[in-house]
């Protein structure tokens, strides 16, 4: 599941930082592959944050989700129940693929600091 969710990132868009200098990483197995610079390593530490905020958009849109489920009374409970469970699932792979990334955002940003 967060395997899924990291590649999916990987598609999200392009990085933003150091655009004067035109290394704009639309590949981010590439560009990991590639950095050599500070600027490089700050477009990577932005990709992350950028894949951060969009994990942080899931769990509060799931966390909602999961509000909903728990309000539900016409339905089984069963069935509740699972739904419930799926989307606590889904809060903690997010969760936890919103911890990765902020972790590798601080790994490339701590790597361009070295590098100033």
């Not at 009374?73 to 903690?92: G, H």
């Amino acid at each position: 599941m967060i395997a899924l969710i990291l590649i999916t990132l990987g598609s999200l868009g392009v990085l933003a930082s150091c655009t004067q200098t035109g290394r704009i990483p639309t590949d981010a197995p590439e560009a990991i592959k590639r950095a050599i610079t500070r600027c490089d390593h700050e477009a990577l530490a932005k990709y992350y944050d950028d894949a951060a905020k969009e994990m942080r958009l899931k769990v509060k849109e799931h966390r909602k989700i999961l509000k909903s489920y728990e309000s539900l009374t016409a339905r089984p409970e069963d069935e509740v129940s699972m739904l419930q469970t799926q989307c606590r699932s889904l809060i903690e792979a997010y969760e936890q693929a919103l911890k990765a990334n902020l972790d590798m955002a601080d790994f490339h940003r701590s790597i361009a600091g070295e590098m100033k």
